[in-house]
């Protein structure tokens, strides 16, 4: 059974540092990784799509990583601002799901100071 | 990028009552809708897969009867909370593929919250 755990659960960081979320997954056999945001009450945003093939994608401030066989992912994002505080989720898409449900992780509560 | 459509945003009913959602493809077909739930400070769940013209597919320990499902057409899928209680009060969230199907990008509704009191 495919779990996504993400690391840490909450982070606060003052305006302009670059900062690291992550993501590991249990079962490699994923078709592709997906990164959200979700503001407080709202719907999910999708930030980033990294096909199994790929090994990272880039979005303005915005860089996600992908090693599949380690079970891995990273979304970087660089020179940070207060409009980023939001709630970052990852998930998967795997080989064996029908239909492609994401498995998502339980999110990482981003919080950046002015 | 592929629009889907959730209403209502916020709803508040009565124990033992039912409530409908209804999310809506709006520039793009969707044969799949997941319906996903959401708990304070939890992640999302699956809790079914709707799909246009057949029955819906179920999660383990979600009930059917409880959470009726229709995708009417291409562009609707429905979810109905039958005889609400406060236990069901969550944030309950639609998805759909994006047009390159489920591989793809998927595109989230705007979510609704339901509170039952």
């Known amino acids: 059974k495919q779990e996504v755990t993400q690391i840490p659960a909450a982070l606060s960081v003052p305006e302009g540092e670059n900062l690291v979320l992550n993501c590991s997954f249990t079962d490699s056999a994923i078709y592709n990784l997906q990164w959200f945001r979700q503001d407080p009450g709202k719907g999910l945003t999708s930030l980033l799509l990294?096909?199994?093939?790929?090994r990272e994608q880039t979005s303005g401030r915005l860089n996600a990583s992908l090693d599949k066989s380690s079970g891995r992912s990273t979304l970087y994002i660089a020179a940070s601002q207060p409009g980023d505080s939001a709630t970052y989720l990852c998930?998967?898409?795997?080989?064996?799901?029908?239909?492609?449900?994401?498995?998502f992780g339980q999110g990482t509560e981003l919080s950046v100071k002015p | 990028g592929a629009v889907v459509s959730q209403h209502p945003s916020r709803v508040i009913c009565k124990s033992g009552t039912s409530v409908k959602i209804e999310c809506r493809s709006l520039?793009?077909?969707?044969?799949?809708m997941f319906w996903y739930r959401q708990f304070p400070k939890q992640s999302l769940m699956l809790m079914a897969t709707?799909?246009?013209?057949?029955?819906?597919?179920?999660e383990q320990g979600v009930e059917k009867d409880k959470f009726l499902i229709n995708h009417a057409s291409l562009t609707l899928s429905t979810l109905t909370v039958t005889s609400a209680h406060p236990e069901d009060s969550s944030f309950y969230i639609c998805?759909?593929?994006?047009?390159?199907?489920?591989?793809?990008?998927?595109?989230f509704g705007q979510g609704t919250r339901l509170t039952v009191v």
């Open positions: 520039d793009f077909q969707a044969t799949t």
């Open positions: 998805s759909a593929p994006g047009q390159g199907g489920w591989k793809t990008e998927a595109f």
């Open positions: 990294i096909q199994s093939s790929q």
């Open positions: 709707s799909n246009e013209g057949s029955k819906a597919t179920y």
């Open positions: 998930a998967v898409t795997g080989v064996s799901n029908q239909g492609g449900k994401l498995i």
